[in-house]
């Protein structure tokens, strides 16, 4: 007779989603995915719908972060080449750095993306740095590889369509206490592991209250006109926490214009004033976007702000025993929850074995 494991998946982000269509590979488990917000929605409280979303590694080399970043490539590579279906394809990504900007919110965070020789020279195609003849003026170094860009619209219900058809249940709740959500299980009877994909939601979770959690904004304008490759540059004149990048999405997504990096900062609604500046960067940054006629042949779509999830001290994966019941976490992923999502998965479906093995309950179907 065959033998179930019950797992809750908390949340229904790029996070929970690529947890639970992971897992579900597994015949033992039997999965139920609960979020306050699923694909489709568009909310302040649900950071992976406003994400580009693209692959520009930013943890520094031997780090964790950079194994997940390592782990996810591959599968990302494999979507955009072999299935069509889930809205990924191949853009080349252009990097400018400038020096000047290395002690800035966005020059830290970009360090090891924009360093001459980033440990993922080796995992990406095509990655060539520039010669000093090629350089724009200002643009102290440079690289170009070949990375993705995925569609939010397309991929997010492609993961819960891949979830629903090796037998995952979806659905709506809220859940204001970690040990509630052992009761949302599908089948009536307990979970005995549940999985803490919560985001930004962790800071308020109760029984969870991460206090190491913190958002940083991102406003962004989405436009229709296609710049032919992805573009990022290491700051801006106009103040260390703003952003110059833009990333064409798969399958008439639109272009992603951003943006900022804005710690702490919780305003859902986009600064006429910041949308400008995008605008005004990004046609300087890549005359191409609209032909050299300027920003006035930009065609926006919307305007939207987004705030990624950050965890002070990294990503959190991890698990832990909470009465009967064992949790692993998985939540923290800042900029890059899409960059990361095969890797992180990967670490927290093997914690989840480990739980198994140490007895978290099997119940008999
Ligand atoms: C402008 C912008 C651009 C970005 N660009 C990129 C990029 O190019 N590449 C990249 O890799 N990343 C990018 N990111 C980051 C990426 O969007 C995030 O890291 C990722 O979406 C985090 O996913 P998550 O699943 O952890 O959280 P979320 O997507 O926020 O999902 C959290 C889920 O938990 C649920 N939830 C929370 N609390 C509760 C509760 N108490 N009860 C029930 N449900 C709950 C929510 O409803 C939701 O379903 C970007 C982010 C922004 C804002
Ligand atoms: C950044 O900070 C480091 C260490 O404090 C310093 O050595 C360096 O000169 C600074 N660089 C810039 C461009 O400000
Ligand atoms: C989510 O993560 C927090 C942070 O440590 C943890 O304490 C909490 O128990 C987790 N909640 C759920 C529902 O797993």
Not at 155 to 164: A, D, T
Not at 218 to 240: A, F, H, L, Y
Not at 278 to 288: F, S
């Amino acid at each position: 007779m065959a033998q179930t494991v019950n797992v809750v998946v908390l949340g229904a982000g790029v996070s929970g989603l690529t947890t639970a269509y992971e897992l579900s590979k597994n015949k033992q488990y039997s999965i139920t995915v609960i979020a306050k917000h699923m694909p489709g929605d568009y909310d302040i409280e649900y950071a992976s719908p406003w994400a580009g979303a693209n692959y520009l590694p930013v943890h520094g080399k031997d780090t964790e972060g950079a194994q997940f970043e390592k782990d996810t490539w591959p599968a990302l590579e494999r979507l955009a080449r072999h299935v069509p279906g889930a809205g990924v394809h191949f853009q080349d990504a252009v990097l400018y750095n400038r020096d000047k900007d290395a002690n800035s919110s966005t020059g830290l965070w970009f360090k090891e993306l924009l360093s001459k020789n980033p440990w993922y020279k080796d995992v990406v195609p095509n990655f060539r740095t520039y010669g000093s003849e090629e350089l724009p003026d200002g643009v102290d170094n440079a690289q170009v590889f070949t990375s993705v860009c995925i569609n939010t619209a397309i991929y997010l219900p492609w993961l819960v369509s891949q979830g629903l058809q090796n037998g995952n249940v979806y659905r709506r709740g809220i859940v204001h206490h970690i040990n509630d959500a052992a009761d949302l299980h599908h089948s009536g009877k307990k979970a005995s592991v549940v999985i803490n994909c919560t985001g930004l939601g962790a800071l308020k979770l109760g029984g969870v209250e991460d206090t190491k959690m913190y958002p940083a904004r991102g406003q962004i304008v989405v436009v229709r006109n296609d710049p032919k490759v992805m573009m990022s540059i290491s700051g801006t004149d106009d103040g260390g926490d703003e952003l110059v990048y833009m990333m064409h999405r798969a399958a008439g997504g639109g272009c992603v214009l951003g943006g900022c990096y804005q710690k702490h900062n919780w305003e859902s609604q986009a600064d006429p004033n910041l949308a400008t500046r995008i605008m005004k960067r990004c046609v300087e940054l890549c005359p191409d976007l609209t032909g050299g006629k300027g920003i006035e042949a930009l065609s926006v779509i919307r305007h939207a702000v987004g705030l990624r999830p950050v965890r002070d001290g990294g990503i959190r994966v991890a698990k832990e025993k909470v009465g009967d019941l064992w949790v692993v976490h998985n939540y923290g992923h800042g900029g890059g929850g899409y960059q990361c999502s095969y890797g992180c998965t990967k670490a927290a479906v093997q914690l989840v074995e480990e739980a198994v093995q140490k007895g978290a309950s099997r119940a008999r179907l």
